[in-house]
T-cell receptor
Framework: DGGITQSPKYLFRKEGQNVTLSCEQNLNHDAMYWYRQDPGQGLRLIYYSQIVNDFQKGDIAEGYSVSREKKESFPLTVTSAQKNPTAFYLC?????????????FGAGSRLTVL | QKEVEQDPGPLSVPEGAIVSLNCTYSNSAFQYFMWYRQYSRKGPELLMYTYSSGNKEDGRFTAQVDKSSKYISLFIRDSQPSDSATYLCALENAGNMLTFGGGTRLMVKP
């Protein structure tokens, strides 16, 4: 089945540690996104990539980094510079633009900082 | 003021009720209006989207857009316990970027 796989589903991190969240898609989508979800705040865009080897900052990129070396993969690193990293992280992708920009989401990764 | 406002709920209704979920927005440049459903500890999934003012129906779900009032709604008829989820509105601008509402948590009780 085509879809987006995020791992790990749950992750615990000590303060000062970097962690990397994995996102893999087999939908042959060009564009990929990372969102952060906090209670009551909706989804906020961290980074997005519309093509391999290129990515742009979203609204809350500080303390995060990404890479896009392969079309299928868009890992997110939460660095120690992110002051409040505990959140639910969602990866998404979209196909070629044709009308609405409909996102397909993964199941998410929940990061907790101890 | 947030660009997209959505009452967080929770909204609790009995099975079979008609549910109305709403979002208001401030940016008149939004052109696509979407509704996503998110079950607990899962990623959101698209329910439906509309482009222009008016109504769009899909089974028990109806999306309504009033651009003049900057107000969008999602109606659920004959609500079921399986409809219990968080409903997120998402509005797309001309640059294909989405702005999400905070989500409304709906609980449908048997």
């Amino acid at each position: 089945d085509g879809g987006i796989t995020q791992s790990p589903k749950y992750l615990f991190r000590k303060e000062g540690q970097n962690v990397t969240l994995s996102c893999e898609q087999n939908l042959n989508h060009d564009a990929m996104y990372w969102y952060r979800q906090d209670p009551g705040q909706g989804l906020r865009l961290i980074y997005y990539s519309q093509i391999v080897n290129d990515f742009q900052k979203g609204d809350i990129a500080e303390g995060y980094s990404v890479s896009r070396e392969k079309k299928e993969s868009f890992p997110l690193t939460v660095t120690s510079a992110q002051k409040n990293p505990t959140a639910f992280y969602l990866c998404a992708s979209t196909g070629p633009p044709s009308g609405a920009n409909v996102l397909t989401f993964g199941a998410g990764s929940r990061l907790t900082v101890l | 003021q947030k660009e997209v406002e959505q009452d967080p709920g929770p909204l609790s209704v009995p099975e079979g009720a008609i549910v109305s979920l709403n979002c208001t927005y401030s940016n008149s440049a939004f052109q696509y209006f979407m509704w996503y459903r998110q079950y607990s500890r899962k990623g959101p999934e698209l329910l439906m989207y509309t482009y222009s003012s008016g109504n769009k129906e899909d089974g028990r779900f109806t999306a309504q857009v009033d651009k003049s009032s900057k107000y969008i709604s999602l109606f659920i008829r004959d609500s079921q316990p399986s409809d219990s989820a968080t409903y997120l509105c998402a509005l797309e601008n001309a640059g294909n970027m989405l702005t999400f509402g905070g989500g409304t948590r709906l609980m449908v009780k048997p």
